[in-house]
């Protein structure tokens, strides 16, 4: 035989092949052999008998159950495995997609962003492993037995399947989640949250058909080859690694906790990376493609169109859920009117108080930051003056032990009490004046406007730590004068807004701080412990104040939202503040009116309907402001946190209450010799009434009082609220001997 | 013949495409385990593929084993065929592995001899008649005795119609050496049928 083929031989094969209906008597005898040869294995006729009539059946059940001997997880596995090769757009698969990113998107609202990233990360890395199992496992068979060879993933081009559908399921999830997260972002939609999970189901699911179906065309056309695969491969990766940046940015996970930072490697340059290596791949596909173009133009032209048509129904579903997730209506209008004569009222009256008798007019050039700035200053010498005062007032918060610095130098300490102290009469005078109104000077306004924080409480801090010093130096009266100048400092800021409020709770938290080792190591006699009762009484805040504060509170930022609706903002804060902020100016003009007024009803409902909880003191919301968006403006930017606001309140009622009593129990014991067996046998004359544990979730008529126990020669004086595990962390608060006095005496000593 | 895989009968473009198309459809079928999806892929491809691994084998026992671990392949690794549309190729490819594995595995007992063929000794031998046979049977066992790479090639070409192309794409070889090998394994066809003459 020849192993070396003629040209004329290789044709005449050729020709045998390629021309029909050949006649033997055209050709010579070795093509007349070539055509019996045909003939004979074409003809069915001469083939032996050979499979039996039920070949299909009996091989069918034979190959099924041979199929099912193998190794369970190998049945499995391939089982699993037919799941992902169901046509996406089959009904079948429809379905399937359906569930698998119902449950992808319910995940994804359930559990934070990051774990949405490990979950595909999981996916991509799970998918693989599962893969690689299932070629391993599998029989030795007729083809190459080499482990690539049976894994086409382990291609870069068999990652078409994988890449693309973890990038899309990613970027719907991401969507999905976005919307079913817009409760976090606006009010009114907090309001209606109850579709949101559902429509983020939703989003989740049509985003996704809408990308496959979008970018079928382009695989299709990578799968046939009309540009490398391979860029199909990295254009997906470089999506996943932008959506990865986005996940990490948006949750504000630090990148040098993956320790990428160490490597010098920031998140910019990833992010960098990845839009370079999706250009480089798109470019190079451009630039590859065939020269007659048209399966290429033809693919971009459908996914274009592809992406326009998803596109629409998309905007249109966001549309309708815009047009239905916002406010419509104002409960309560009666109330709300009535809200808004009663703060304008109180508003022209505290206008009306005239400036020297209003104790702030004297502390305004220091306490406000608009008066300190020196570019718009009339009169730079003066503001140089009043930051000089602000400055050694401040620096009376070296003078309370919590920030006291051990290495300081003494003589330095002794020059920051001396400065200090030559600023007090200052401070004597303001809290001297009958009015102390905030309105009166400047409105209402938003919480960066109100008097300078810091300064307010380092000079209680100072106070704090004068009256503590004179109290080691035996000089009680000394002291007690000290700690009733603060008490009353730190109940003047006026409970005008929220935020006042809360810098009032705090100074007053710090003022109190001393009380009770005044009471069992000052050796006060009657008569001071009476001028501290009586000093207690009249610093308390009242439980009205809450209820006063929040309601001009919701008129100051309803105020505002209503120029924000009118697009008037009638300068001031308001425009700077608008200005100011960059998301917020953003947000300011694309959103329209509609929004707006949106948010502003949203706003006002969730509020009024908190009246009677403000009034009652009773089981405060439990809205925190971190599970407020930054981009809510209203809840985020506008007003403080509104819920802890409400607990210190009510704790700062609590506490009031239990220091006249832990007064009144010394006074009992100093008249009586010994403390008394019940709380009863304080009232009327040490005691105008029992104290109320306000702390307390009930409303105000079942709230208990403090709970009081005789303990030998001491007492126990307890509070006992759910309340203080968010606040303190601890099931009970103790007053008296064994409580808060212990712990400050232990900083102490 | 319409429900069946016809191969070297069907010429015509459409009865082709067809036949592809229920093809496609079944293995899409098989691909989901659709329950009674493998009966119907057997019994519509069973008699194409019976013939070519009769072609590579010669003998029909052998022929039926090839099949049944060819199937059972299918039903394994129908997961791993990305496009139903190519099916009928990577059918044929199983089938022809299968058979030279089972050729390899038995070589020793497999009795090629055409003498000792059962089902070729019980032909008639009379006459005109008898002289056709005889050059049927010569052709015929000239035939299994060639090398399996030359039977396999000329089975796919003539009993199962494949174009260059398709047969390119199930022997995993480059076009050219396709048509290369095709020729080959005729003259050695010719060749050894000639020496049987002389």
Same mark, same amino acid.
């Given at each position: 035989m020849t192993d070396e083929m003629s040209p004329e031989f290789l044709a005449f094969s050729e020709m045998l092949d390629q021309e029909d209906g050949l006649k033997p008597e055209s050709l010579d005898s070795d093509g007349r052999l070539l055509l019996e040869l045909r003939q004979e294995l074409r003809d069915t006729a001469t083939l032996p008998a050979g499979l039996p009539s039920d070949f299909a059946r009996t091989t069918a059940t034979a190959v099924t159950a041979r199929f099912h001997a193998q190794s369970p997880l190998v049945s499995r596995l391939v089982r699993w495995e037919s799941l992902l090769r169901v046509p996406i757009f089959s009904p079948r698969g429809l379905g399937l997609s359906a569930i698998l990113i119902s449950l992808f998107g319910l995940a994804a609202r359930l559990l934070s962003l990051k774990m949405l990233a490990l979950g595909g990360a999981l996916l991509l890395v799970g998918t693989v492993v599962l893969k690689a199992l299932y070629a391993w496992r599998l029989p030795e068979s007729f083809e190459s037995s080499s482990f690539r060879s049976r894994m086409p993933e382990l291609r870069i081009p068999g990652l078409y399947y994988l890449l693309p559908l973890v990038a899309i399921a990613l970027t719907s999830g991401l969507v999905g989640r976005g919307v079913a997260g817009l409760d976090q972002v606006s009010l009114s939609f907090r309001a209606s949250s109850g579709i949101l999970p559902l429509a983020g189901l939703a989003t989740t699911v049509v985003t996704f058909l809408w990308l496959v179906n979008a970018f079928t065309p382009l695989w299709r056309a990578a799968e046939q080859r009309v540009f490398p695969a391979q860029l199909v491969v990295w254009g997906h990766g470089a999506w996943l690694g932008m959506l990865a940046w986005l996940y990490l940015e948006s949750n504000h996970v630090d990148m040098s906790s993956f320790g990428l930072r160490g490597f010098g490697i920031p998140e910019q340059t990833l992010l960098g990376i990845a839009m370079i290596t999706a250009l480089v791949a798109w470019v190079a596909a451009w630039r590859r493609r065939p020269p007659d173009k048209t399966p290429w133009l033809k693919a971009l032209r459908? @996914? %274009?169109v592809g992406? =326009? #048509?998803? #596109?629409?129904? =998309?905007f249109l579903a966001g549309a309708l859920l815009f047009r239905f997730g916002l406010t419509q209506e104002l409960r309560h209008e009666g109330f709300y009117r009535e809200m808004v004569r009663e703060v304008e009222d109180y508003a022209a009256r505290q206008r009306a108080i005239p400036a020297e008798q209003n104790g702030i007019t004297e502390l305004k050039p220091f306490f406000f930051r608009s008066e300190l700035d020196m570019d718009k200053a009339v009169d730079k010498n003066k503001v140089r003056q009043a930051a000089e005062v602000a400055k050694r007032l401040k620096m009376g918060s070296l003078l309370w032990r919590e920030n006291a610095d051990e290495s300081q130098k003494k003589e330095d300490k002794g020059r920051v009490r001396a400065d200090f102290l030559r600023e007090l009469p200052r401070i004597e005078s303001a809290i001297s004046k009958p009015y102390f109104s905030y309105v009166s000077h400047q409105n209402f306004s938003l919480q960066d406007e109100v008097p300078n924080f810091i300064l307010c409480r380092a000079i209680t801090q100072g106070l704090a730590g004068l009256s503590n010093e004179a109290l080691q130096a035996g000089d009680s009266e000394k002291a007690l004068d000290y700690l009733r100048m603060n008490l009353s400092w730190s109940s003047k800021i006026s409970n005008d807004s929220l935020i006042c409020l809360m810098i009032s709770v705090a100074q007053r938290s710090i003022a109190t701080l001393d009380v009770e080792r005044f009471v069992f190591e000052g050796d006060l006699s009657s008569n001071q412990l009476s001028r501290l009762a009586e000093a207690l009484r009249e610093t308390a805040p009242r439980r009205g104040d809450l209820k006063d504060t929040m309601l001009r509170e919701t008129y100051t930022v309803d105020k505002f939202l209503r120029q /924000? /609706? $009118? +697009?008037?903002? $009638?300068?001031? @804060?308001?425009?700077? %503040? /608008? !200005?100011?902020?960059? $998301?917020?100016?953003? =947000?300011?003009?694309?959103?329209? @009116? @509609?929004y707006w007024e949106s948010e502003r009803l949203a706003y006002l409902n969730l509020q009024l309907d908190q009246s009677k909880t403000w009034e009652d003191l009773g089981n405060p919301n439990t809205l925190d402001i971190d599970e407020i968006l930054m981009m809510n403006v209203v809840a985020a930017q506008v007003t403080p946190n509104f819920s802890r606001a409400q607990v210190q309140f009510m704790r700062m009622l609590t506490r009031f209450a239990a220091l006249e009593t832990v007064v009144a129990l010394e006074r009992y014991r100093l008249d009586q010799g010994a403390y008394p067996p019940n709380l009863d046998a304080l009232v009327p004359k040490y005691l105008n009434e029992l104290p109320k544990d306000a702390i307390h979730p009930n409303r105000w008529e079942y709230k208990p009082n403090l709970s009081y126990r005789k303990t030998g020669a001491k007492y126990e004086l307890v509070s006992e609220s759910p309340l203080y595990r968010n606040i303190k962390l601890a099931p009970r608060q103790l007053f008296g001997p064994d409580g808060d006095y212990e712990e400050a005496k232990a900083k102490i000593h | 013949m319409s429900a069946t895989l016809t191969m070297g009968e069907m010429t015509g473009q459409e009865r082709t495409t067809a036949a592809s198309g229920e093809l496609e459809e079944l293995a899409r079928r098989l691909q989901l385990r659709d329950e009674g999806a493998l009966e119907a892929l057997i019994a519509r491809t069973e008699s194409a593929c019976y013939r070519l691994a009769y072609s590579i084998?010669?003998?029909s026992e052998l022929s039926r084993d090839a099949l049944q671990e060819a199937y059972f392949l299918v039903f394994q690794r129908i997961g791993q065929l990305r496009e139903p549309a190519a099916f009928k190729g990577w059918l044929f490819r199983i089938v022809s592995h299968c058979c030279h594995d089972i =050729? +390899?595995?038995?070589? +020793? !007992? #497999?009795?090629t001899d055409f003498e000792e063929r059962e089902d070729l000794q019980a032909l008639p031998e009379e006459g005109d008649l008898a002289e056709e046979v005889t050059r049927a049977q010569k052709i015929r066992s000239t035939f299994a005795a060639l090398p399996e790479i030359d039977r396999t090639a000329l089975a796919l070409r003539e009993v199962c119609s494949m174009s260059y192309e398709e047969m390119s794409r199930v022997l995993d070889v480059p076009l050219g050496t396709v048509r290369s090998r095709l020729a080959k394994a005729r003259q050695r066809f010719i060749d050894a049928y000639k020496g049987v003459n002389r």
């Open positions: 459908r @996914s %274009f992406f =326009l #048509v998803g #596109v629409a129904p =998309l /924000v /609706v $009118d +697009r008037h903002l $009638d300068g001031g @804060s308001w425009t700077k %503040f /608008v !200005e100011g902020d960059g $998301d917020w100016s953003m =947000l300011y003009h694309i959103l329209p @009116s @509609s | 084998t010669s003998d =050729l +390899r595995r038995r070589r +020793r !007992e #497999v009795q």
